[in-house]
């Protein structure tokens, strides 16, 4: 008989705070059967998809953070704030900068790494750190005082896996800036350049979202360089493996995604680019207690498929639901897989462009000044939902 009703609590951990593992952490603490502690290296959310407006002003960089400790309190978690030193599944402990922590069930949400190139220091990353998003504006600014400028804004993919890949922020935050800089007056004495080593950025948008996006930006007087892969960076711009290069003041750029430094350490089965291996339902392969979702994860399914924040939270529910059922002794499972989608509100300043993508279905639809507010919006409805100041809609 499935045990529906335990005497003892089990203990589950949940390694990160980003999307996944705060997503991971409330499902489990919705059930009566857990003690969930939620471990972050930072004491908050970082709202990622509207860091990109912190560089310009638009918004307070105190709007890009929720608390975990607002988050933990709405839903009966608790909370160590602590970098993570190694992960021993064979004990089933994570020991921590000050302490060691058991776990019965463990869920790996710590994001990823970078995969790095020379002079990556002479680079901002619009998907970096909080703080880089302050680098960002300082530099802006400084390039804005001094009346003109040089900015190349790219990204680059990992070829080991082609999911550890971030364009749209790219794009967002360059159509941003051309936005900004023609609100200013300064526009025509900026060079904007957008480049990126494969042929076609974009593509995994669908195959109508390469031509509407070059159209875009051969409409905004915006130069590309792409096709040509990256040697590397340096004080004053690009360099290209040919030996060209692309002169900068400023050089935004989000590097392919990696594996977590901490995972290289430990047991976990990861592929080529250092992601933990897991089955459908976000069950590492070779345990049956520990699960792993969002950027520390392999990502499997279609050519297309892309690590997004929304895909984080489809797998933290999973995890969430499957680690229930486990300990229920209920066989029923649910996976990821037949969700993955692409969903993207690319914010241009001055409205936006509505992108999905399914096995289904491949929509790029323009939006005007609506599509901007729509994504301001999502930004305050995130935070509310977090804290649990409005319900979920559904999803959403």
């Known amino acids: 008989m499935a045990n529906t009703h335990p005497t003892t609590r089990k203990k589950v951990l949940v390694l990160g705070g980003g999307f996944g593992g705060v997503q991971a952490a409330i499902d489990l603490s919705k ?4 003690d969930v502690t939620l471990v972050s290296d930072r004491d908050f959310l970082y709202l990622f998809p509207i860091s990109i407006w912190v560089p310009l002003r638009t918004i307070n960089p105190e709007r890009t953070r929720v608390p975990l400790a607002r988050i933990a309190q709405r839903y009966g978690f608790d909370t160590v704030i602590s970098p993570v030193h190694s ?3 064979e004990n089933d402990t994570v020991a921590l900068a000050d302490r060691e922590l058991d776990y019965d069930y463990l869920v790996v949400a710590m994001g990823g790494g970078k995969t790095s190139l020379p002079g990556m220091e002479h680079t901002l990353s619009v998907c970096g750190a909080p703080g880089a998003a302050l680098d960002i504006r300082a530099r802006i600014d400084d390039l804005i005082s001094r009346g003109s400028g040089r900015i190349a804004f790219g990204f680059s993919g990992n070829p080991k896996d082609p999911s550890a890949v971030r364009g749209g922020p790219v794009f967002e935050f360059l159509f941003n800036v051309d936005h900004l800089l023609r609100k200013k ?5 900026f060079e904007l350049t957008f480049f990126a080593p494969m042929p076609r950025p974009g593509d995994r948008m669908g195959k109508n979202a390469v031509p509407q996006l070059n159209k875009m930006l051969a409409g905004k007087g915006i130069a590309q360089r792409v096709g040509t892969p990256l040697r590397g960076f340096d004080a004053d711009g690009v360099i290209f ?3 060209s290069r ?3 003041d400023l050089v935004i750029f989000v590097p392919g995604g990696s594996g977590h430094p901490v995972l290289e350490s430990s047991e976990l089965p990861l592929n080529d680019a250092g992601f933990v291996r897991i089955d459908d339902h976000g069950l590492v392969e070779g345990t049956d207690n520990v699960y792993a979702v969002g950027d520390s994860a392999a990502l499997e399914g279609p050519a297309w498929r892309a690590k997004q924040g929304h895909i984080a939270e489809i797998m933290a529910r999973s995890a ?5 059922m486990a300990d229920r002794g209920d066989p029923r499972r649910t996976g990821y897989q037949h969700h993955l989608s692409i969903i993207c ?3 241009i300043g001055n409205g936006a462009a509505f992108v999905y993508r399914s096995d289904k279905r491949e929509l790029l639809i323009p939006l005007p000044w609506i599509g901007h507010w729509m994504k301001k919006g999502w930004g305050w409805y995130a935070r509310s939902t977090k804290i649990g100041r409005m319900p979920r809609l559904p999803g959403l």
């Open 241 to 243: 493996r040919d030996e």
């Open 31 to 34: 059930q009566d059967r857990f």
């Open 345 to 347: 509100v690319m914010d």
């Open 246 to 248: 692309l002169d900068a």
């Open 185 to 189: 007056g300064l526009r025509d004495k």
């Open 320 to 324: 969430a639901h499957n680690i229930t």
């Open 87 to 89: 992960i021993n599944t």
